[in-house]
């Protein structure tokens, strides 16, 4: 089994900035693809930004500019640095992560039990 624990996030004033975190522990040979996605109240998931093993990255056009994903190979650990946040980025925000458990393993997606972000004067 995987776990995926977040932290960061809370309230933060409009153009603030905050920095979410994500591990992964458990039963890990190899983590290819890592992720950040949001759901705001009343509307569907929504991919945020991505990250491959080889640590090619992409964006959602609504935060391309303000946030950076980046990760931790060595910590099985996945960030998103938020920047000139807006009251609209107020959401749920959750990582995931593609895992094989061992060398012969398929993958598996692991979800983060989500953290809050707020943004708001």
């Known amino acids: 089994q995987v776990q995926l624990v977040e932290s960061g996030g809370g309230l933060v004033q409009p153009g603030g900035s905050s920095r979410l975190s994500c591990a992964a522990s458990g039963t890990i040979f190899r983590i290819n693809n890592m992720a950040w996605h949001r759901q705001a109240p009343g509307r569907e998931r929504e991919m945020v930004a991505f990250?491959?093993?080889?640590?090619?990255?992409n964006y959602a056009d609504s935060v391309k500019g303000r946030f950076t994903i980046s990760r931790d190979n060595a910590k099985n650990t996945v960030y998103l640095q938020m920047n000139s946040l807006r009251p609209d980025d107020t959401a749920v925000y959750y990582c995931?992560?593609?895992?094989?458990?061992?060398?012969?393993?398929?993958?598996?997606?692991?979800w983060g039990q989500g953290t809050q972000v707020t943004v708001s004067s």
């Open positions: 995931n992560a593609a895992v094989s458990s061992g060398r012969f393993s398929g993958t598996r997606t692991y």
């Open positions: 990250v491959t093993s080889g640590g090619v990255t």
